[in-house]
């Protein structure tokens, strides 16, 4: 919302010193979120003033047209002394211009030599297109006054007096601040609401836009039905006749209007602007000569069709609020006009003013609509239509239902004041019976919330500010006002009064932490995880838990996959992705092609979160609302708990690239299936696990490059997560560099396997002997399995074996594979001798023998 500070000064008497920077001060220390102040007009001097074109020669011999013109601009103009310049003189002005929006006679705002325009841009008197040019005729954009509907020369109204300062006139500097409303402050978005927050924060009174004389309601007015009112629980009709269709906005009304950030479009238009801007309260106008009977108020058919007031033909929904005549819908209620009712061929009467030309030529009677229609209703609607309006933003965040009145007050009374129009003594109004919103508060409510003193009378005084009224003693009962449709309970209530005394006088105090209570089991092993594999090289990456349907087709699951069934959400961010995700992939490898695709080639990345998987078990007695003035039952926290998906925890990598790279020591190494494997044994030693890996097919793993990774959970094997290189038709559905590779770990069941098995490691300092041992094994007999039977074989004294070598040829034999591996031997209480080392290997190799047919090679 644009506040601009004279329009503000208008219902606050702020001091005349208090600059646009104090005022942002003082609102945000009220808790609104000023974002900016806008300096209008710097850069901006004159001689800035009115003329009135006198002479038009139009200068053919140039490329683009050209107009030399003479203005008057009476004697108050001009710096230049030069001879004919006119300046200072009383004579008109020669100034060459290429706009073609103005005529002989139209009174016009001239920048004088002298004059310094926004940017810099210095008038001066200088010799172009052949003649010599003593100034400028400007449009809004020069003047930096922002966008209006004529994208031209500004154009004045005739009674401007010539030589006028037109810096007063067009208001040209002012100051505006730029306030970001949150929707429980929808108050806000007007004028009347932030300059009840300004008279607050300086001490002052507020003077109430919107305490006007409003005849009562009686039977002559514009018929109105409403058919549903609990989306339309008020409704005022009015009706203006004798309008000017010729009548123009003022220049007051314009500039204001431009200041807030709206564009000027035709009288009734902005005044039903001008008035929500001021009030908060969106209106709209009909031409009644259109209007064919009474004006309803009813939920669409599904499949009816209307075309708003942007020219779109929409199909309506059966939750969209609509108003109707005896044709039919004629606009969606609280969004946007039809255009079938539409005054005089404007695109657009709708306070939101969805930014088109129009006018209001032939209209000369106009029923003026001031309703207050469900917020939830507009806001579904709105999202619905994609088709958010200024009217919407509003309603949406809750319009003050007891201005509708004054709106349509004000507005009728401006139509008479600046159309000519008169004013029909026929008032309808429609209020579906309510009774005002009382909360009951301890007095002492905000000072124990706070921790601060504040004391019965300040929270009177400050609740009282806001507009509430409030009784009682100890026990407070505060009557909430109409236009705070955010304050509900108690602590809505203490917020007000805290905000208002200031959040900076709040004291800060620590909090004493309990003693003995440290991380969880499950923290300690997810910090020692992310620990371990960020000093393996991977970065972490951390992605939003949404997938959709075509991910998971992106990744190949077949139709029957687990992974296909997921939590879907009842009101997703987006449509796209509307369930949780049960696989941390999708996330990882959209990063992985997102830095890829900016020109990251090696990358290692990594991720721990939740994943959700249903239960399939749907409790049928889940309580509706739980309150919270006391604690859950055992039996409520048991419901709501077997209502969750399953959330177990993972980590998963992803790598592509290089995972080694080359230099001067040497050539490098691309990423593969091992690398991937590896990072799940480094999650894994975290926790004390030996993981046992065995070859598997499982999507979206390439088949013949995918590994089984298994762990003793609670005494039986279990398969714990699959490592290995993508297969190629994922790496090209997600646009991946070729070879990727992926890892994923259930980290729930790694916590469980290694449950009392994570030990400090033991030093010895005795020497270490090593032996090294090649064994000939089938080629389907993986290393891993060699390798455990090795260590089983070896005894206490092995402290490490490492596999350094792989071949096969034809001197192995066919069908047949040399493992070389490394054995470390190492005793804690003594030196191992060569015969107690040799024993070792020679046990270890004696059970590879008979487990899996080794042969020592050479042998």
Known sequence: MRIPLSWLREYVDLPATEAGRDVQAKLIAAGLEVESVEQLGAGLTGPLVVGQVATIEELTEFKKPIRFCTVDVGAAGGTSQAEGSGGGTGEPQEIICGARNFAVGDKVVVALPGAVLPGDFRIAERKTYGRVSRGMICSSDE????????????????EVEVGTDATELLELYD???????????????SMRGVAREAAIAYGLPLRDPALLDVPAPNSFGHAVRISDPMGCDRFTARTVVGIDPEARSPIWMQRRLQKAGMRPISL???????????????????????????????????????????????????????????????????????????????????????????????TTEVVIEAAHFDPVSIARTARRHKLSSEASRRFERGVDPQAAAAAAQRTVDLLVLLAGG????????????????????PADHPDRVAGVAYGRETVVRRLQEVGCDVYGQDELVVTVPSWRPD?????????????LEGYENLPSTLPTPPSGRGLTAR???????????AGAGYVEALNYPFIGEAVLDQLGFEADDPRRTAVTLVNPISDEEPAMRTTLLPGLLTALRRNAGRGTHDLALFETGLVFRPTGDVPTALPETLSVDRRPTDEEIALLNAALPRQPRRVATVLA??????????????????????????VAREA??????????????????????????????????????LHPRVIKAFGLPERSCAMELELDLIERAGEGTLQAPRISTFPVATQDVALVVPSDVPSDEVERVLREGAGGLLESIRLFDVFSGEQIGAGRKSLAYALRFRAPDRTLTVDEASAARDAAVALASERVGAVLRGA
């Open 143 to 158: 003047l930096g006054m922002g966008e209006d509907s004529t994208h031209g020369i500004i154009v004045l109204p005739p």
């Open 175 to 189: 100051e505006v601040l730029d306030i970001a409303v949150t929707p429980d402050r929808g108050y806000c978005l």
């Open 268 to 362: 009734a238009v902005d005044i039903t602007n001008y008035v929500m801007l001021e009030l908060g309260q969106p209106l709209h106008a009909y031409d009644r000569a259109r209007l064919q009977g009474p004006i309803g108020v009813r939920r669409a058919e599904a499949g009816e069709k209307f075309t708003t007031l942007d020219g779109v033909k929409r199909v309506l929904d059966a939750g969209d609020l609509v108003i109707t005549d005896d044709r039919g819908p004629i606009g969606l209620a609280g969004v946007m006009g039809g255009a079938n009712s539409e005054i005089a061929d404007s695109v657009t009467t709708e306070s939101d003013s969805a930014g088109s030309n129009g006018d209001v030529h032939g």
């Open 422 to 441: 008169t004013a029909e003594a026929g008032v309808t109004e429609i209020i579906a019976p309510s009774a005002p919103r009382t909360i009951t508060m």
């Open 487 to 499: 304050l509900h309970a108690p602590n809505d209530l203490a917020e007000e009064v805290i905000r």
């Open 523 to 533: 923290q300690r092993l997810h910090r020692r995880v992310g620990r371990a594999l």
């Open 657 to 682: 690239g290089a995972r080694e790279q080359a230099g001067w020591w040497g050539q490098g190494r691309p990423a593969d299936w091992a690398d991937a494997v590896e990072s799940a044994r480094t």
């Open 688 to 725: 004390g696990v030996e993981l046992v890996v065995r070859a598997d097919q499982h999507a979206p793993w390439h088949p013949g490059r995918c590994a089984g990774l298994y762990a003793t959970v609670d005494g039986a094997e279990t398969l714990v997560g699959h490592a290995g290189e």
